[in-house]
């Protein structure tokens, strides 16, 4: 089977979307764009100016293969102002919005916002919330969904798994965790992942009692009601999820058998620790955080990510873009 990444780069290329990279000034980020350039598989967008850039990249731009935008040259500042006042009905006045896009991580996601590009990447320089704050106040979430969350796809070999939520909820409750459970299920079903759902604990089965385990089996419930046809199992041990000769032991009754591919975490402690342990110690590729449940593609990066990282975050929105242009029924 081929990597993930390269399943994926026929579609993009094929439909091309356009990216956002707010951070012009990060050596990685300006790496990972001068390769997806050279490629052609999507159209970056740098938050910058063309002449503070490398000649390969004044070149790229000559070539229309990179394009530069930048609020202070921007005609149509004042449409994007007037748009963000309206989408902040009442609660930022122009002057404020002015303001704001003088930031490029507003400035891009509003850009996304308006349809002037497909997704947003960013992250390298910036902290999560300076990424996902500007997503929330003017993107926003998916109608029907009540918060966004933050997933990894961990990738070694053949190896495919989804981790979340590792990067927005702190503290989920069932109702939180069970969202979490179905967004994760959507992102792994995107990129070609059959989604086998283990919700984690430090138990399995009723193996120990605490209000903890209480709210990951109350978030299964909830899942198998809302979605019946996901194959999804909880509280487990990880051992349990992913190890069938124990599952066998643990949780013989389990559908997962421990096979388990998307691993929803019972809080951010575990969820972070455990995709950077896999990721450091396992020697995994983890690409994220996913924001799961926006309505348009705005994903995050570590700030100790390599060019290679935020080259396939970017692969990971340009499909996310596609793949939200696709008619409900396709």
Known sequence: MADLFERLKPEIKNGKPSIIFPESA??????????????????????????DAS?????????KKVVFMHPETDENLQEMIDALVARRKGKTDEAKAAEWLKDPCYYGTMLVYMGKADGLVSGAAHSTAETVRPALQIIKSQPGKKRISGSFILVKGEKEFVFADCGINISPDSETLAEITIESAETAKMFGIDPKIALLSFSTKGS??????????????????REPELVV?????????????????KAPDSPIAGKANVFVFPNIDAGNIGYKMVQRLGGYTAIGPILQGLNKPVNDLSRGCIADDVYKLALITAKQALSAAQPQNA
Do not use: C, H, M, N
């Not at 490629?39 to 938050?47: N, Q, S, Y």
């Not at 000649?55 to 070539?63: G, R, T, W």
């Not at 120990?208 to 419930?221: F, H, N, Q």
């Not at 199992?233 to 032991?249: I, R, S």
């Open 26 to 51: 990060d050596e990685r980020i300006l790496e990972a764009v001068q390769t997806l350039a050279e490629e052609e598989l999507i159209v970056p967008i740098l938050i910058g100016k063309v002449e």
């Open 55 to 63: 000649d390969a990249l004044k070149k790229l731009a000559d070539e």
């Open 208 to 225: 120990a009692k605490d209000p903890s385990i209480d709210k990951v089996t109350e978030a299964v419930k909830l899942v198998k009601e």
């Open 233 to 249: 199992d909880g509280e487990l041990q990880f051992d349990a999820a992913y190890v069938p000769e124990v599952a066998a032991k």
